[in-house]
């Protein structure tokens, strides 16, 4: 049984920090590409950032520069460093990966940016 658990979230002022986190179970975690995805009230679920099992990375342009995903295998985890937080980074942040042909979500983690 796969399961993805975000922890991490919570209240921070503009400009500061958080790291997110997802722990795994139930895949072959150092084979599998993983993927941070948002999802801000009223909109869409938007792709936040992905890393393969290779470690190579690709963000949304709006995130570039600020946050950084990474991985430990030997943890089975995926982490989000988020830096120089602004109120539009205001979420739900999900952990996602494609695993044998089906998608896994965790149940997500708030992320509010305000002052």
């Known amino acids: 049984q796969v399961q993805l658990e975000e922890s991490g979230g919570g209240l921070v002022q503009p400009g500061g920090s958080l790291r997110l986190s997802c722990a795994t179970s139930?895949?072959?975690?150092?084979?599998?590409?993983m993927g941070w995805y948002r999802q801000a009230p009223g909109k869409q679920r938007e792709l936040v950032a992905t890393i393969t099992n290779g470690g190579r990375t690709n963000y949304i342009e709006s995130v570039k520069g600020r946050f950084t995903i990474s991985r430990d295998n030997a943890k089975n985890a995926l982490y989000l460093q988020m830096n120089s937080l602004k109120p539009e980074d205001t979420a739900v942040y999900y952990c996602?990966?494609?695993?044998?042909?089906?998608?896994?979500w965790g149940e997500g983690t708030q992320v509010t940016v305000s002052s």
């Open positions: 139930g895949i072959t975690f150092s084979v599998a590409t």
């Open positions: 996602n990966t494609n695993w044998r042909a089906l998608s896994y």
